[in-house]
């Protein structure tokens, strides 16, 4: 039989195609994807498209730290901040930043109204959180950016009725030149429940890594966590819902880092056959005591 002739990809599947690429790209390597999906496609119409439309939902999703210009600091992309035609609050300056999504820019910043603020009741208990939120993350995360944002009941004027707060906390270590980026992403949803004077916390951690030298491993885990405590003023809700935060986001690095010992005695054998083509037996108590590259080197004469 005569081979069926390759079909030509139709305009939007490149562009579902180059999407889909844009948004899995690993943390802070997205930039470099563009730049190579932009050599493939050949066809500026489609990537202008696709990345029209990637960029943002990534920007989103790993939510991304940008300078604002103006000396306002840096405003974290989040859904949670979005307002309209790529603005973002920042609540601790109360100003909105306009985002260039595909350059991952701040073009111009412009004060907040008061339409898009909480009212001065939610805002107490939003802004001690946030004070409390900042001294964590300056503790824990080198580098990190957190906010706080009232996603429901700004306009709560007093005591009596819910309302909601997120707490947002972002950080990443890219350092491309040794093969190598990371990021910790944590989204904390806090219901404040007037009537039973409680406060429900639902929270989701996201890690991610790659490591690309001579090879490409990629970590992508997400940990998702409940916790509740009392509706109390607003400085001594602040102090416990950050204690409660660190705990939690303690405990799972923890688990991260004891799974990750446990690697070469565990995850590592069960990927590899247990007799070997060479039937030898794999010494797998010495694993530390030698480089792995060197000895396959040295058993295939590799660099002689």
């Known amino acids: ?78 859904s949670y901040g979005e307002l309209q035609d790529n603005e973002y609050l920042d609540p601790k300056t109360a100003q909105v930043a306009i985002v260039d999504h595909v350059k991952q820019a701040c073009t111009k910043v412009r004060p907040a109204t008061d339409e898009e603020l909480p009212s001065a009741y939610v805002e107490e208990y939003r802004c001690a959180l946030e004070a409390e939120i900042l001294k964590y993350v300056a503790e824990a995360y080198p580098k990190g950016s957190c906010s706080v944002y009232c996603t429901n009941g700004k306009g709560v004027e007093e005591p009596g009725s819910d309302f909601d707060l997120v707490v947002v906390i972002a950080a990443a270590r890219l350092s491309p030149q040794n093969f190598c980026n990371g990021s910790w992403r944590t989204i904390w949803n806090i219901e404040f429940k007037d009537d039973i004077q409680r406060l429900e916390l639902n929270g989701k951690l996201l890690v991610g890594a790659h490591y690309f030298e001579e090879g490409n491993v990629q970590l992508d885990t997400k940990h998702e966590c409940r916790d509740s405590t009392m509706f109390q003023s607003p400085d001594d809700t602040a102090i416990s819902v950050a204690n409660l935060i660190r705990r939690h986001e303690t405990a799972y690095m923890a688990s991260l880092e004891e799974s990750y010992f446990k690697l070469s005695d565990n995850t590592f054998k069960d990927l590899r056959r247990k007799l070997p083509i060479t039937r030898t037996l794999f010494p797998w108590r010495s694993t530390r005591q030698f480089s792995l590259k060197r000895e396959i080197s040295e058993e295939l004469g590799i660099g002689k």
């Open 1 to 78: 039989m005569a081979e069926e002739e390759e079909t030509e990809l139709s305009d939007d599947q490149k562009k579902g195609i180059a999407k889909w690429f844009l948004v899995n790209a690993p943390a802070g390597e997205i930039q470099y994807v563009s730049k190579d999906l932009k050599l493939v496609l050949n066809d500026d119409d489609v990537y202008n498209e696709a990345a029209s439309e990637a960029f943002p939902v990534y920007n989103k999703s790993h939510l991304i730290s940008l300078k604002m210009p103006g000396g306002f600091g840096d405003v974290l992309v989040t």
